[in-house]
Each structure stands twice: as C-alpha cells, then as structure tokens.
C-alpha cells in the first residue's frame, strides 16, 4: 500500500478518518495568495462560487498555475509523492444564505480504492462556522463506494439528517491551516453569514505517476470512465458528456443509499476523533 503522507502517524490518522489538518501555508504565502485573488477581480456572483468555473479560459489557466506553485513546494513537504492539480479560489460571498454546501462527496479523479485524491482545502482567511469552515464526516471515505460519476447521487442522501444530527464534525482553522482530506469523505460548509468574503485556495492531491479519470453515467446502471489530461478540466462544459478524450473502461454500477444501521458504523470513526481533538 502507497503510504500517502511522509509522516506515518499523519498518513495513519488520514486513512482512519479520512481527514487531517495541517500548516500548510506561512503568512506571507497567504497573504501573497490572498492579494492575488483580490487583483483578480473575482466578480461578486452570489452565494459560493469558485474561479474554475469563470468564463475566462486565460483567467481560470492563469489562477490555476499561481495558485499550484504557491501550494506545490508545500504539498510535497508533506505528502509523498503527490502532485495539485485543478486549482482555484472557492469564495462564499458576505451575508448569504446561500453560500451554504450542503452534504455531499467529490468526484473520483483516480482508480480508487488503488489509489486515493487528497483534496486540499486552505483557508486565505481565519474560518469557523460564521463564515463557513469546512465540516467532515470522519470515516465516511470507509463507507463510500469507489466510483463518483458526475451528478450521481450521493449514496448517504437518505441518511443525511442522520449524519448532520450525530456525525458531522466542523473543523475551525487559522489562515494557511490546510484540511487535507481523502476524496470519497462527506463533507459540506455552512453559509457565510459575515460582512466578509470567506476565501479558501483549493486543489486536488494527486499521486505523480497516476493518471487522471472522470466518471461519466450514461444509464441508471452503466459509468463510462475517461482518462483525461489536466487541461481537461479548462475545457470541460458541466451537464455534457466528456469530448475528445480517450474512453479507458465502461463499468456495471447502479449506486444505492445507505441504511442507517450501516451509517452507525460511523460511531468508531467520532470517538477516534474526540480523542485525537483533545490529546
């Protein structure tokens, strides 16, 4: 098995809970990033956006490389052997309601469960549940099956109030804290009720020598999985069926929700996490 983290106690915790937080970023990067998204001129859409869907293609492009040579050196001081790639600045705008993400699970990049994205999520500014920290789901990467197709539903929909009455953990952070967290883990944000945007510089970890895929439903029962180029993504058009990339294999899955007697096996996974939050 590929260790993940260069430190073994970290790599150990990340693959039990699916989630660890980290310094990742000193201040002057922050700030740095920080600057550099406000001389961007991100419009001001409303609710939570991010800069990889602008109509830009140059602006997207050009964010994405700024923002990866700020994180790279860093990632590899902590990860091993991984590469950030798909970056850009994800914004809740001031006093929305509708900035809130609810529950859900990221696409799968890579051939899981052989291999695993770490998603890096890197506040720019101080976050709580005000402005919208990230909230987990310790263990529900144990849970998940190994296929994200875009749009598919979420297998832990049905058990959703479930997971938010006894399960969800908010995860408070400084600027240039980073939550490195595993891919299939549920995860969401409250809304930004604050007078101040709530910056976060994000990314997708993965291994250097692993390929790219994207699951596309093409019936109820049947996922098609392309290998794609990083540069996929600055082209790919949300609702539509990949173009022009080489399809890599075509696989029988019909998702399922969960029951709450097999979400209940959660409980280990909160207990571990109290316990490593207060030693």
Not at 81 to 86: C, G, S, T
């Amino acid at each position: 098995m590929r260790q993940i983290f260069k430190d073994a106690a970290l790599d150990k915790q990340f693959r039990h809970q699916g989630y660890v937080v980290v310094p990742l970023l000193d201040d002057e990067t922050v700030a740095s990033l920080y600057k550099c998204f406000e001389d961007s001129q991100t419009p001001n859409i409303g609710g939570f956006h991010g800069t990889m869907y602008h109509a830009d293609r140059d602006y997207r492009i050009r964010l994405d490389g700024i923002i990866k040579e700020a994180l790279e050196p860093n990632v590899d001081r902590i990860l091993n052997n991984y590469r950030p790639f798909l970056c850009n600045f994800m914004i809740k705008e001031p006093g929305e309601a509708s900035s809130e993400m609810p529950l859900h699970q990221d696409w799968s990049f890579v051939q899981e469960p052989e291999e695993v994205s770490v998603h890096i999520w890197c506040p720019l500014v101080d976050v709580n549940h005000e402005n919208g920290n990230l909230a987990v789901v310790p263990g529900s990467h144990h849970l998940s099956d190994t296929v994200r197709a875009f749009a598919d539903d979420c297998p832990f929909r049905e058990q959703f109030p479930l997971l938010r009455e006894s399960y969800l953990r908010e995860l408070p952070m400084k600027a240039g804290e980073a939550v490195l967290f595993d891919g299939r883990l549920v995860h969401s944000s409250p809304p930004n009720v604050t007078n101040r945007r709530r910056v976060i510089a994000q990314s997708i970890g993965i291994p250097k020598d692993s390929p790219i895929y994207h699951s596309w439903r093409v019936s109820p029962t049947e996922v098609e999985i392309y290998e794609v180029p990083e540069v996929f993504f600055f082209d790919y058009i949300l609702h539509q069926a990949p173009q022009n990339v080489p399809l890599w294999s075509r696989i029988e899955y019909a998702p399922r929700q969960l029951t709450a007697d097999e979400v209940s096996k959660l409980s280990e996974y909160m207990e571990s996490s109290a316990t490593l939050a207060s030693a």
